[in-house]
């Protein structure tokens, strides 16, 4: 795989923007709302790789290419109305995001629901086909459905790490239950998948950047982050930050 | 993509007439259950585009290629006689679309069905064949199915907006729930995706002019309508006043 | 479509014979069990075609060849054992169909029917590939399961024959409701989408004629009968009457 | 289709030996465990032909081609723990069971079940695929799940019989209800499709031989026998008994 | 097949390791979810064969290579967190397989879950092509699901391994009930296929020798075993014991 467009020294911060179609723009403000000013974020503060769907990237593929971040599309989605068991599916074929310029993709898997065979078994077809083309896969792994609840956050996180591991993923993103060692032993987990970690709600910067620390702490190798960042009255200052405890600069 | 074919400067007005699939001919007339009653005005009126279901294009086809009106065709529809969680599936494919003279393809999606997923993935393959032929895709998207009951309008109408652009769709078609502030923050969700209004029920036509107004206002650009110009005692006429509002002419 | 091969001046009688699978062995006595028998009263009643299913046609191909009766295969069947929602797959390609000598094609949709969507998609597909060959596509439209019941028998037979036109069957079979200003309004609705009208279950002669007058002065194109014709004791004297009131000799 | 290969003299008696996926090991002892016993009896009664799921045929290939007997591939199968409505899918190609080399293939459908629908389309595919290569055909038609329970075991052994009829069945098997005027109707009611019948549980031989009678007199084309022979103390005995009933020696 | 890359004299011991996928990480320890010491282990001990899931192969390819020890990839695969019905679908293909590099390749079958014929059917095709390139195709028959609940041990043993026989697989590996006899039917009821028995949870030493000498004892062909060896404080010698028993040495 051609790990070498989405990391730097094994490591990498990823600006994620697939939550107008996973959340609804409840998400965004008037700035933000506008795929533009997200690029403009990927480039000054030289993410290793814009988050997007397809249908972002055709309408913009002309700023995203001017912008020069590589580009990871996501493969499937779905919107949050639906109060049932979880299932995504591919809106993207891999052919289709390599002509669109992507150099890795996404896809999301929920571990734990009626549906998990379903995307297991689409994920395994994107991995085959990404890997013959030399493409590396990112698999976003939650745990989620009824069958889920009450069970142990350090488990589900290790197990969807592990997970991430056993079927062909080059990076699994995880999110983080706050246990630093719950991460150490989720990473450990991964083997040599590597592990980023999800940015989440919006949260105060402090807590972010101690957030991040106990992440790199644990041996993950970085963020796919997007509210805290592009929600962020000053998204660039925050990204230098954010860089600086994963490069350990 | 060939928006050209059916904008005029960006906007447009298209007559649809799906309803005897969707709502079966009791939206029906015994002149509009014709349709070539329809295709008259759309002639007379010169609308942007006539939007049918694969069926009526061929058996009315030399009618609609004598009428010098640009063809849209829905892919996909379904009675509304089943009351369970809505599923409308493909009934043509892209080829015969184009092989039947359509310059635009359309695709509705009820996102909250509990078969989101299965539309979602058919309309992304539509979208990719489309786009490969130059086609532009128009999606409808309503939010729909028990998930979605008692959610707010406003955010509903933003979300399928959103939902539009995110899946690729290069016009997004919207019911519009009367307030202003929300469809600008709808159009503003969809970016570069155009957005135009459905008609809906047949209202007074005062009620009709003034909305079309606000739906301008908002930044939409245009309407898909058509019980409200075939419903019409003088359709040409009403289509004159809202080709004004329309082009601020 | 080569509709001149099935319709007499534009009107039809068709001897329909898919009640072994669709209804069992029940509607036989020891006669009209024998598919032969069938075919004999199609060849001496000078019938526009004959309706079976694949299985009937292999079996007794060189009867229908020898009848000089062109011949309909249904596409799709089901048994009636099973209570729930009506589910009826395809059966027999259109391949195969034109290999065994068919000149048109049947299918039937039960809309309203939880499985609607999968009955209208596989009649899209069937309706593409039909009409490249040439072939006439009929499809058989029943309202039918839960969300069906109580409504409107009068708009059930409207809505059947709309959606015939909206997916392009060149022509439609109903069961008649019985209200002769009911079914104008049907036929209305087809556009110009045939209409024929089911025989339905055995009754008194006189009624038949009765109504196979009003069906006629509804502006329906004919009938497609099974039992009122095979478990008739003089079947070809009844078809003799009936195509009188069909072509008002 | 070359129906000489598995008839003599348009009659039959078939060595049936699916029962180790159908119920399990329950049926067997340390004798008739073992297939090559099976073929073994096969060979000694000059059985038409032998019944095996593709694994045994693999397995005991040379044993069966050594024994000479015609084979007959079942391409589905199930086992009786799951307790829901039956489905039975295709477990083995028609391809691969000519290169396996039998002369004829099996099928099961429950019809009134749920899944009919599934298998009568999984079915016609398969019967389409042999007809082409002059494979005959052998439908399992069994009425089976909720809807068909109470209904009359003669009215649903003659719809069986016409079932197989209607979808191109060249040979199907039933079960014997006891009522021999029941089967005259059901072998009536499958046309030029020949009817044989499961042999069933192991019952006392002299109870078996009265079946026999009864099924011959009925105009059935002879057995699909399994447990009542390899069951038997004296299988090559019993066989003999039985030919002579069916080919009235 | 090429049944001699995994058999040592017809008995093999495989080191099984797909528990990641399959029970999450909550197996291992820090050592031992390491894949490089599950392949140390396998390469001291030499065992068989490795199996392992299509992830653990591409990331720790040369560590496998390098042991030259023969590769069985899973092909399917879920996690346990869905508490429905068990339903396995295929996460690798077999051509990928190939790829990297497998001798033979295994998959999971749960009889008895309402998914039992979507495994069936899938499985069918894996073996079918499998074994038009020689390779071996083990299959795991578990009997799960609510159906199952109640019914005797020793005969859903017999039934998973006749159900390996009659679907074709070459080796079936099976849960041993503990009980000797109800093993060696089990072993008779596969025929020719070979029976492999899991090693199960973690359990005392003694107990495992003890259990080993039985399964041999009862005729089956050897061990996958997985927690046993890789949990144990001395696993290389834990294996010669093992070793000493299969091959009676």
């Known amino acids: ?43 000054k503060g030289k993410f290793n790789a814009l988050i997007f769907q397809k249908g972002i990237v055709e309408k913009y ?8 971040i590589p580009l990871i599309i996501k493969l499937n989605g779905k919107t949050n109305l639906f109060e049932g068991e979880p299932l995504s599916e591919q809106l993207c074929s891999v052919k289709e995001a390599i002509k669109l310029g992507a150099v890795a993709v996404g896809y ?57 591991l056993e079927i062909g993923a080059d990076i699994v993103k995880l999110r983080y239950n706050g246990n630093v060692n719950d991460l150490k032993w989720a990473v450990k987990s991964a083997g040599k998948t590597k592990v980023v970690v ?37 998204p660039i200052k925050l990204t230098m930050q954010l860089k600086k405890i994963i490069w350990n600069k």
């Open 1 to 43: 795989m051609k790990m070498s467009k989405i990391l730097t020294k094994g490591k990498a911060i990823f600006l994620a923007y697939d939550h107008g179609l996973e959340h609804g723009p409840t998400d965004f403000n008037d700035k933000n709302i506008d795929p533009k000013y997200i690029i403009e974020i990927a480039k």
């Open 61 to 68: 593929k002309s700023e995203i290419d001017k912008s020069g």
């Open 108 to 164: 999301t898997i929920y571990i734990g629901s009626k549906f998990e065979s379903r995307m297991l078994e689409e994920f395994s077809k994107i991995e085959e086909e990404a890997h013959k083309k030399n493409l590396p896969v990112i698999a976003w792994i939650y745990p989620r459905g009824k069958s889920v609840k009450g069970k142990s956050s350090g488990k589900l996180m290790a197990y969807a790490a592990r997970t991430g």
């Open 198 to 234: 999800a940015g989440g709600l919006k949260c105060n910067e402090k807590e972010l950047l101690k957030k991040t620390k106990e992440i790199i702490k644990a041996g993950a190798s970085g963020l796919a982050i997007g509210r805290n960042v592009w929600q962020s009255k000053e």
